[in-house]
């Protein structure tokens, strides 16, 4: 069973627009939700992450937005841009222990 | 140089076969990893150590098993590769980053075809 769930698989936005992407876990002793972001050829690599005791986390044009009570939570890319083109993963950890991943969101911004 | 490396960076090998991928890392970190990408599967947990003599399965560990040489140092092989191996594997390691926020640090991944 899949730990986090994450949509869409791919998601195809034009230059300047936003990019939205969702997850949604399970297991309410998660306590730490980062976002790790993947170009071709390389590892993921992190781009932003969230605690539970925060609604919101925003670093430049991409914002974590979170609801702890839906145990859901979203990547939102604002203006974006061609470079922004890689896949993106969310994922969920208890302690920094293990990290479960989800499947993966492969973003293409038109330019 | 890079943080974490892995060795081969592609191979390619026949089924019963069995290989071995190597992941290096110079973060001084305790704690590595192992996972396998599929496409549409995002990362799936093979093996991880949070030291030298600590060693768990993940949530796909049958047909493969890890070696933690060092703390620098976590091999994983697959002791008889079948075709459904064949996916493009990662190491990691975990710690504080510069930025100070805890995170995984992603070597450059092996791709592994088994024929």
């Known amino acids: 069973q899949q730990q986090v769930k994450q949509s869409p698989q791919s998601l195809i936005v034009q230059k300047g627009g936003i990019s939205i992407i969702n997850c949604a876990y399970e297991?309410?002793?998660?306590?730490?939700f980062p976002w790790y972001q993947q170009f071709p050829g390389k590892g993921p690599a992190l781009l932003i992450a969230?605690?539970?005791?925060?609604s919101e986390k925003k670093e430049g044009r991409f914002t974590i937005s979170f609801n702890k009570s839906a145990k859901q939570f979203s990547l939102h890319i604002m203006d974006s841009q061609p470079g922004d083109s890689a896949t993106y993963f969310c994922?969920?950890?208890?302690?920094?222990?293990?990290?479960?991943f989800g499947s993966g969101t492969k973003l293409n911004v038109k330019p | 140089d890079a943080d974490v490396t892995q060795t081969p960076r592609n191979r390619i090998t026949k089924t019963g076969k069995r290989i071995m991928l190597e992941c290096s890392q110079t973060?001084?970190?305790?704690?590595m990893y192992w996972y396998r990408q599929d496409p549409g599967l995002g990362l799936r947990l093979i093996y991880y150590?949070?030291?030298?003599?600590?060693?768990n399965k993940g949530e796909i560990s049958d047909g493969y098993s890890v070696s933690r040489q060092a703390q620098a140092k976590f091999s994983l092989s697959l002791e008889s590769a079948i075709p459904n191996q064949t996916a493009l594997y990662f190491c990691?390691?975990?710690?504080?980053?510069?930025?100070?926020?805890?995170?995984?640090?992603f070597g450059p991944g092996t791709r592994l075809t088994v024929l």
């Open positions: 990691a390691t975990s710690g504080p980053g510069t930025s100070g926020r805890y995170e995984q640090f």
């Open positions: 994922a969920a950890s208890m302690h920094f222990n293990k990290f479960y």
């Open positions: 150590s949070f030291d030298v003599k600590d060693i």
């Open positions: 297991n309410t002793a998660f306590d730490y």
């Open positions: 973060k001084g970190h305790d704690r």
């Open positions: 969230i605690r539970p005791d925060v």
